[in-house]
């Protein structure tokens, strides 16, 4: 399929489960939500979490398998409720706007959502388990797709989705490198950056039009 056209990919269907696993994962989930939020990420343990929910631990560590594996489940979760916004939400994040504003809408929601979960983004990182793979191509693909509908005239589209996802994507992956990275991000971190990338992305799309 030609990338112009190619639509965002989709995280895809969860593999079908038992009502009963179903109810137990949404329970553990927003059990860890409860936690993190009162406690912070450091307070989330398998038996921790399996006490406060009122589970087994066995349940917890067939349903996670390791501590990281309750905060990639969480940064998944969050991150296909992000993708149907973008699939199917309103504009102009969702479809129905003009290509550039989208592309605009998609960075200035984007940045809040990485900067809200850097600490939790930390926490799932383990040796040879990457944990923000599928956001990065997800944002790659879309705006990859955006520049060709915006009939952007520059040589290697590709590469220019590439390096604006890394502009887009990139300080997450600074403050999971950082010294202190449980640390919330200094105030106004979202604004600057959104604007930043909102002039980045009329100085490509309008200047080229």
Do not use: C
């Not at 916004?85 to 003009?98: I, N, T």
């Amino acid at each position: 399929m030609d990338p112009v056209n190619r639509p965002v990919v989709p995280f895809g269907k969860p593999r079908a489960e038992r009502a009963d696993a179903v109810r137990n994962r949404e329970h553990l989930l927003e059990t860890a939500r409860e936690m993190i939020a009162e406690h912070g990420a450091g307070k989330v343990t398998m038996d921790a979490l399996a006490e406060r929910a009122g589970l087994g631990k066995g349940t917890v560590f067939r349903r996670f398998g390791t501590r990281a594996g309750i905060f990639r489940a969480l940064l998944e979760d969050d991150e296909r409720r992000f993708q149907e916004q973008v699939m199917s939400g309103p504009p102009p994040l969702g479809p129905g706007a003009a290509p550039g504003d989208r592309l605009i809408a998609y960075g200035r929601a984007r940045i809040p959502f990485l900067l809200r979960h850097h600490v939790i983004a930390q926490a799932a990182m383990a040796p040879g388990q990457p944990t923000i793979e599928a956001g990065v191509n997800m944002t790659r693909l879309h705006i990859r797709m955006l520049l060709g509908q915006a009939r952007v005239d520059m040589p290697e589209l590709d590469s220019l989705a590439l390096q604006l996802t890394a502009a887009l994507e990139g300080p997450l992956l600074l403050y999971l490198s950082a010294a202190a990275p449980s640390a919330p991000p200094a105030p106004g971190t979202g604004p600057h950056l959104a604007n930043s990338w909102q002039a980045l992305i009329e100085r490509v799309v309008v200047l080229n039009r």
